[in-house]
Structure formats: C-alpha cells, structure tokens
C-alpha cells in the first residue's frame, strides 16, 4: 500500500507527463498500472484535489528560481506587464516580460515557463480522466467535471497566449499541441489550429457543466462550480465572437452574484485579499504553501503589490520595485470615478514630507510607511494602492501572514462588461449594449458619460482595463482579441526610459514561443519567432 502511495504522488508531480496513459509495468519497478492507481485508497479523491491545489503556490522549476514562480497569480503579472497599462521599474522583477527581447524566446528558461506550468495542470486533469476511462459514476462526477473545466481554463489561457492571430481573425491560426487523456502519439502531435481548439475547450466546459450540475462549493471560490463554467463559456465565445452565446453565458455567471461596492472595492483590509459576492473564481495561498513559507514569503502575488508592509521585506514595499499604473490611463479616469482612488495621485511628489503624510491619508492607514516606500523611480506617484495586505496590523508586520490571501481571477463585473458588449455588438443592438455599460459604470461614477469620440468597443475596452487593472490575464489577451497596439511613449509617459515603445498592431512578444525541448522532441510542433525587441523608444504619439 505504501508503494502504491508513492508511485501515485510521483506520477502526479512529474510535469514531464504530459498525458495519463499509464504503462503496465510491474509495480515492484516503481510503475503502476492505471487500474492499481486508480484502486487505492483515496487515490481518486487525492488526485482530484490536486488539480486545483496545484495552481498556486508550489513551485516546478524548484524555489531557487524565486519571484517568478508562485503559481497561475505570477502568470497575471507576466501578461499585465507586456502590454501598457502597468509600469515597472527599472531592473525589477518580471522585467524580461516588460523588455520583450530574446530573453523570451525559445531557448531560454523564461520560455519553459507557462509551458511546464500549465502543461503540468493539464496532465493533473488527463490522470483524473484517464483513470474514469469514460462516462464516470456518480462518485466520480465533481472529479470529472472539476478535471474537464481545470483543462478548458488553462487551455484558453495557452490558445490566447501562443496564436499569432485569434479565433475571430483566422481559424487557421496555430495555437498549442492538443494533449489529452487519450493522446498517444506525443513526438508527432502538431499544433491545433484554432478552430481545433477551441471546439475542444468548448466541448470540455460542456462536459464540466453537465458533471458539475447541482454541485455546491459554499465559500470555496477557489473550487470550478457551473458559474465558472459559465464564465469561462462567456469568455471563450467573447473571443470567438460568438456574441449571442457570449450573452447568454455571461448572464448566466451573473446569478448569484453582485458587483462590489464603493466600500468593498476601497476597503484598505479585504480589498482583493478575500473572496467576496463579486467573487465567481480565486486562487488562495495556504500558510503552508511553498511560495509563502520560503524566501521571506517573497515569491508569491501579494509581495509584488502590497505597500504597507513594515518588516522589511516584498518586493512592492521594501526592495524598491512598487507596480504603478499608466499615466496617460491615469488621467483619462475622471475624478468622480471612486477607482482612480486606487492609484496614487501624481501631486504628491511636490509636496514635503508632512504634507505628503497627510495627504497618503486618503489612500491608507499606514501614510507614514507608505511615504517611505523606497522606489527605484524615485517618486510615488502612480503607485498601485489597490491590493491591501491580509490579516490587519498583524499582517502589515508579518511578511507570511500578510501574503496568505486570495486572489481573485474571475469577477462578476467582467461578466457585466461581456454581456454588454456581446449585446452591443449585435446587429441593431450597439443602444442597448451603451445603456448597459453606463448603467454600470454609472456604479462606479455617478457623473459617468459615454464617450461618444471612441468606437463602442473601445469603451467597455477602457472600462476593462480600470475595473479589472492588475487582475487576471485580460490586459494582454484584450490586447490580441481586440487586434490593437501599445502606447507607451507619449508626452508625460512614466514608462522606463529606452522601453517606451508604440505599436500600430498586437506586439510581436505577446505571441509566445514555444520551449525549444517541445519543438526537438516532436517533430511535428511549429514555434513562434523569436520576439526582437524594439531598439530605442518610439517616437512620442502625442
């Protein structure tokens, strides 16, 4: 029994499998068969658990690697910084995603990334389907459809990561090498098109929503339920543009749930730290988690953001490397809007020190630590006030504590924002879909007006990007989905100097290459090139 144990442990944790077809090999050689695994006690259970509990906070390239490997939360900061609207600083973590050059591509360890991540995820839902073998029993149902719903979420992120062109602009577009329970030939497998892959993530959040029909997660938003599945249907056909089926799905994740207050959203404890009724998914740090417990909990998502701290460590409070937003995104957000308050006003750095203490007031209980943030910039303005620390006091002074939160991924608002822009994009409907994002954002800014100068996409894009600033991966693939460039160089930009670049079209870095061992080892996998990074900064666009 305890052989059986182990190998099921070593099976799951190896991310070199990369489908759940087992070998009938004598267990006596540290192989079991499927058959075995799938007998032992608690087995099934335990697999199923770690499709979910493997999402955050372990570590697959080992911990010496640091920052970059908390989990699915550092892929959030890998996609936010490629594109515009968050600012680094010079030299800080995650910066090879912020400079885009070779340090991206095929070749190198940065590369390995995503792919080992997520290829590794996926293989924890192929084991759970694989040991089913079919249509599962009832014991088996959360497990299916918790595995077919894991498996859709991570295969979207990797199709709107590595196609060079969406759904809606070529169906031919290569995504990633499709792996599934029952793929066998992994040295010959090509990279699906778009139309393949996409038809695969929507039939597996069919079978997820059928299996996960009347399950009840309580307050566990890390757990995928049917309004996950929901969700993840609304943003697959947003991408496709499938738009009433877009509609519908993102209705449908609607119920249950209500949009955060002024009071939620600015609260200055649980303000995206704790799942809440917006909340339809999250991805929650353990105490005992790796990326918590080592390296003075400085390789997990709430050490790049928090600013409060008072213990000497996290990247965003001790070490010199606050987030800040764009500022030409800054000031386009009016002063009605209760979310420009989330963003530190630029103002602050002409005042003294005592003026500047009182002012920060406004922003967090903790002025006087705050104005001491160190910052390699040199200036506090722009600076990222929105995620707040957990545990109170206790949490400001204790770096572990601190950083044990949830972070959420999925939003009812992100939902709102879909369904009013698949209404709007309907044929005869664009008066309904504006009624419906001012009728939100009107939650947001009682002075709200529609602007009627830009394209009707391009609002509910810029309410996008204020509601959901520093969250999920929905600044880049808005990006691609949208077909639109970057501006990073522009009179008054805060962007780093020799980086301030401007694009007419999607970025050439935010196509992903694949990792070299793929291509060499299966010879049917074509890559992205290698991204080159631009030589100096544009030209200013305004």
């Known amino acids: 029994m305890k052989n059986i144990f182990k190998i099921a442990i070593v099976a799951l944790s190896a991310a070199s499998l990369m489908t759940s077809c087992m070998k009938e090999i004598n267990p006596q050689s540290n192989y079991a068969t499927s058959d075995q695994v799938a007998a032992a006690p608690g087995a099934f259970d335990m697999y199923v ?3 979910t509990a493997s999402m955050v906070g372990s570590y697959s390239f080992g911990s010496s690697y640091g920052y970059d490997l908390g989990g699915y939360p550092s892929f959030m900061f890998h996609w936010g910084v490629m594109g515009q609207d968050i600012v680094i600083e010079d030299g800080s973590t995650f910066s090879q995603w912020y400079t885009s050059g070779v340090a991206l591509g095929s070749q190198y360890l940065i590369c390995q990334m995503p792919w080992t991540y997520f290829y590794k995820w996926i293989n924890n839902c192929n084991i759970v389907l694989g040991i089913i073998g079919g249509e599962p029993n009832d014991s088996q149902k959360l497990g299916a459809g918790t595995a077919y719903a894991c498996r859709a979420f991570c295969y979207m992120d990797l199709a709107r990561m590595f ?4 759904y809606a602009l070529n169906k031919e577009s290569e995504t990633v090498p499709l792996v599934t329970e029952t793929t066998q030939d992994l040295a010959n497998n090509p990279r699906a098109t778009n139309e393949v892959m996409w038809a695969q993530i929507l039939s597996d959040l069919d079978n997820a929503e059928k299996y996960l029909a009347g399950y009840d997660r309580g307050t566990d938003t890390d757990k995928f339920d049917v309004s996950v599945v929901y969700a993840l249907k609304a943003r697959a056909y947003l991408t496709m543009e499938n738009y009433p089926e877009a509609e519908k799905y993102a209705k449908l994740a609607q119920e249950g749930y209500s949009p955060l207050t002024e009071a939620q959203y600015m609260d200055r404890n649980a303000a995206f730290n704790t799942p809440n009724n917006a909340w339809i998914h999250s991805f929650t740090y353990e105490a005992s988690d790796a990326a ?6 400085d390789t997990n998502w709430g050490c790049q953001w928090f600013l409060e701290g008072q213990h000497g460590c996290w990247y ?5 490397q606050p987030k800040r937003i764009d500022a030409h995104l800054y000031s386009t957000i009016p002063d009605t809007d209760f979310r420009k308050m989330c963003f530190i006003d630029p103002s602050v750095d002409d005042m003294s020190r005592a003026e500047a203490v009182n002012f920060l007031a406004n922003y967090t209980d903790y002025p006087e630590v705050v104005v001491d943030t160190p910052s390699d ?5 722009y600076i990222v006030m929105k995620f707040r620390a957990a545990g109170g006091d206790a949490g400001r002074k204790d770096n572990y504590m601190g950083t044990v939160v949830s972070v ?3 939003r009812v608002e992100e939902m709102i924002l879909i369904e009013a822009e698949a209404i709007g994009m309907q044929e005869g409907r664009e008066a309904e879909g504006i009624s419906k994002l001012t009728a939100f954002a009107k939650t947001r800014d009682a002075a709200y007006e529609y602007n009627a100068q830009m394209s009707f996409r391009d609002n509910v894009w810029w309410q996008r990007r204020v509601e959901l600033f520093g969250e999920s991966a929905l600044a880049t693939f808005d990006i691609k989905r949208l077909n639109k460039g970057i501006t990073r160089s522009y009179t008054g930009t805060n962007h780093i100097d020799g980086y301030q670049w401007n694009t007419t079209g999607v970025p050439q870095w935010m196509h992903l290459c694949i990792v070299q061992t793929e291509t060499n080892f299966n010879r049917a996998c074509t890559n ?4 080159i990074q631009p030589t100096g900064n544009s030209e200013p666009a305004w």
């Open 316 to 320: 965003a409070s001790s070490y010199g």
């Open 377 to 381: 910039a040199g200036y506090l303005g």
């Open 528 to 531: 992205n090139p290698t991204p």
């Open 292 to 297: 918590i417990k080592e390296n003075d909990s």
């Open 163 to 166: 196609a060079q062109e969406t």
């Open 49 to 51: 658990s770690a499709i």
């Open 408 to 410: 959420p991924s999925i």
